[in-house]
Every structure is written in structure tokens, then in C-alpha cells.
T-cell receptor, first 112, second 113 residues
Framework: GAGVSQSPSNKVTEKGKDVELRCDPISGHTALYWYRQRLGQGLEFLIYFQGNSAPDKSGLPSDRFSAERTGESVSTLTIQRTQQEDSAVYLC??????????FGPGTRLTVL | DAKTTQPTSMDCAEGRAANLPCNHSTISGNEYVYWYRQIHSQGPQYIIHGLKNNETNEMASLIITEDRKSSTLILPHATLRDTAVYYCIVRVVGGTSYGKLTFGQGTILTVHP
């Protein structure tokens, strides 16, 4: 596709359930980032993938959060045992390293 | 990456130039100034970046002071669609810092008729 796509666009879940968020980056974008944006706040970095290098997981807030990426394609962000404080918009971005990042529209997660 | 300071909010009349300031007094020699904006309910969008020279593209101009401690993003003819949160970000390009963006609170720009 022409841009970064994310699915689902909205997700409502019950506290304690697991959720999986998906990101399809632009073809050729070797770097992929996940960010979280709570209501009225700026973006928080979560995790970064670059090719076959070990991902930088330094932004993941707890061990309930994990992410996978196969090669330079789709990435999934998984949140286990969701809590209400996990409610946020989860944004994915990609780029060719050092170039500007292209962001997806985000997944709005609401944990009841 | 250096910290940035931006006004919380600004207003601008449609058709006029919007000048958004950013202070980055602790910027180091290998750090670039990047600007992104986020329109409501959308992901951030890249606008422009620069190191020390002024830059211009189809969206905006970036003016960086000679000492590089501050910069101004200029939208020459603001439209209602330019209403957004504007983020000024300073980051190293190259070396071991791979490009993670550190977003502050940004400036809420409201363009009114």
C-alpha cells in the first residue's frame, strides 16, 4: 500500500484480556517503531526494530508488553492481561534509517 | 537527545503566517532539529528538518538561529487544515542513535477564520 496501515483501528477489551495490534509498514522501510499516546499526552517510545538486529525494547512499560517483527514486514504488538492504564492510541512508524518517519493512523485501545 | 521547549498553544488567522518557536539551548553539534505535526485523530506527519542552515520545502520553512539554540517553524499562509499539535524534536542522526523520536508536549496551533 501507499502508507503505513494499522489494524484494528479501534479495539475495546475487558481488563485482563490479551490484545494483539498489527502494523503493516511501507515496503522498503527497514526500521519500525511502536509508540503509545495516552489521551492529551505526547508520544512515548515503546520498541524499535531494525532489520535482523536485536530490537530495542527499552520503552516497553512492563513485561506484559511484547512485539514481534519478521524480517522487514509486518509487526505485531501484544499486550497481555490488559489493564485500564493501557488505554491509549498505539502508533506504528517506519522509515529508511535516518530519514523521516512515516506514521500509521494508530489503533485506539480502550480497556474497560 | 537535547530537550526542547515550546509554547503550549498559539493562535493564527487564516491566510497569515504562523511562526512557531522552539528553544533547544542544550543542542549539540551533531543534533538536527525536526518538526512533526499531529492533526486530531491522525498519526504524526513529518514537516521539515535542518542542522544549521535555514530550510524550506513545500510545507514550511525552518529558521535556525546562528547559535542553534532556537528555531522557528514558519507556515507561510496558514489554513484551517493546519490546526494541529506541532512537535519540535532534536535528535542525533547517525552513529549509535538510530532515530528514535522523543516527543514533548508540542504547541497546539489553532488557525481561525
Amino acid at each position: 500500500g501507499a502508507g503505513v496501515s494499522q489494524s484494528p483501528s479501534n479495539k475495546v477489551t475487558e481488563k485482563g484480556k490479551d490484545v494483539e495490534l498489527r502494523c503493516d509498514p511501507i515496503s522498503g522501510h527497514t526500521a519500525l517503531y511502536w509508540y503509545r499516546q495516552r489521551l492529551g499526552q505526547g508520544l512515548e517510545f515503546l520498541i524499535y526494530f531494525q532489520g535482523n538486529s536485536a530490537p530495542d525494547k527499552s520503552g516497553l512499560p512492563s513485561d506484559r508488553f511484547s512485539a514481534e517483527r519478521t524480517g522487514e514486514s509486518v509487526s505485531t504488538l501484544t499486550i497481555q492481561r490488559t489493564q485500564q492504564e493501557d488505554s491509549a492510541v498505539y502508533l506504528c512508524a517506519g522509515n529508511r534509517v535516518w530519514n523521516e518517519q512515516f506514521f500509521g493512523p494508530g489503533t485506539r485501545l480502550t480497556v474497560l | 537527545d537535547a530537550k526542547t521547549t515550546q509554547p503550549t498553544s498559539m493562535d493564527c488567522a487564516e491566510g497569515r503566517a504562523a511562526n512557531l518557536p522552539c528553544n533547544h539551548s542544550t543542542i549539540s553539534g551533531n543534533e538536527y532539529v525536526y518538526w512533526y505535526r499531529q492533526i486530531h485523530s491522525q498519526g504524526p506527519q513529518y514537516i521539515i528538518h535542518g542542522l544549521k542552515n535555514n530550510e524550506t520545502n513545500e510545507m514550511a520553512s525552518l529558521i535556525i538561529t546562528e547559535d542553534r539554540k532556537s528555531s522557528t517553524l514558519i507556515l507561510p499562509h496558514a489554513t484551517l487544515r493546519d490546526t494541529a499539535v506541532y512537535y519540535c524534536i532534536v535528535r542525533v542522526v547517525g552513529g549509535t542513535s538510530y532515530g528514535k523520536l522523543t516527543f514533548g508536549q508540542g504547541t497546539i496551533l489553532t488557525v481561525h477564520p
